[in-house]
T-cell receptor, first 112, second 111 residues
Framework: EAGVAQSPRYKIIEKRQSVAFWCNPI?????LYWYQQILGQGPKLLIQ????????DSQLPKDRFSAERLKGVDSTLKIQPAKLEDSAVYLC??????????FGPGTRLTVT | GNSVTQMEGPVTLSEEAFLTINCTYT??????LFWYVQYPGEGLQLLLK?????DKGSNKGFEATYRKETTSFHLEKGSVQVSDSAVYFC??????????FGQGTTLQVKP
């Protein structure tokens, strides 16, 4: 079974630019999560989708971050405009009926 | 709100030493508890889990017991190997499945 796919793997942008990350979850997984992992910290949830609806976006900085999951399959996370403190690894995870969340390899964002 | 606290690292051990990484949590209700591992250059992988009090999760020689009375889920391994060098994250999840992670503990095992 294919795992969670993410792209790009690495991205370097200047502050105030925009960037988008893409995630394709495991086939059939209804729940999709985006996490932000700042260096030296544990991942922190940004947004959770159930099919194409948002379950939890309480930690998403909505003035600059947006996410969508059209058709309830793949998802895009966007940052516009980026700040230096957005430098982090952005992880996508998906979950089926069981407890386990499966994580993608992440996108490492560097904002200069 | 819910939170997870792990012992600070890095933890440096010699091969075949005993490992304990402490994890305590604060949560309402009855969360599920997890240990995730992140090997160098790789993504997060589930190591083990426990879904109710007194459950013991185990995998690859690692164990952790869900202790409700002490709100703890300490990770143990009897004899570590160099290949166990990684960052270990304790996490909990509630009803929505959202994971709340500790800050991670780096383990370095020397030959």
């Amino acid at each position: 079974e294919a795992g969670v796919a993410q792209s790009p793997r690495y991205k370097i942008i200047e502050k105030r630019q925009s960037v988008a990350f893409w995630c394709n979850p495991i086939s059939g997984h209804a729940t999709l999560y985006w996490y932000q992992q700042i260096l030296g910290q544990g991942p922190k949830l940004l947004i959770q989708f159930q099919n194409n609806g948002v379950v939890d976006d309480s930690q998403l900085p909505k003035d600059r971050f947006s996410a969508e999951r059209l058709k309830g399959v793949d998802s895009t996370l966007k940052i516009q405009p980026a700040k230096l403190e957005d430098s982090a690894v952005y992880l996508c995870a998906s979950k089926g009926r069981a407890y386990e969340q499966y994580f993608g390899p992440g996108t490492r964002l560097t904002v200069t | 709100g819910n939170s997870v606290t792990q012992m600070e690292g890095p933890v440096t051990l010699s091969e075949e030493a005993f490992l304990t990484i402490n994890c305590t949590y604060t949560a309402t209700g009855y969360p599920s508890l997890f240990w995730y591992v992140q090997y160098p250059g790789e993504g997060l992988q589930l190591l083990l889990k426990a879904t109710k009090a007194d459950d013991k999760g185990s995998n690859k020689g690692f164990e952790a017991t869900y202790r409700k009375e002490t709100t703890s889920f300490h990770l143990e391994k009897g004899s570590v190997q160099v290949s166990d060098s990684a960052v270990y994250f304790c996490a909990l999840s509630g009803n929505t499945g959202k994971l709340i992670f500790g800050q991670g503990t780096t383990l370095q095992v020397k030959p």
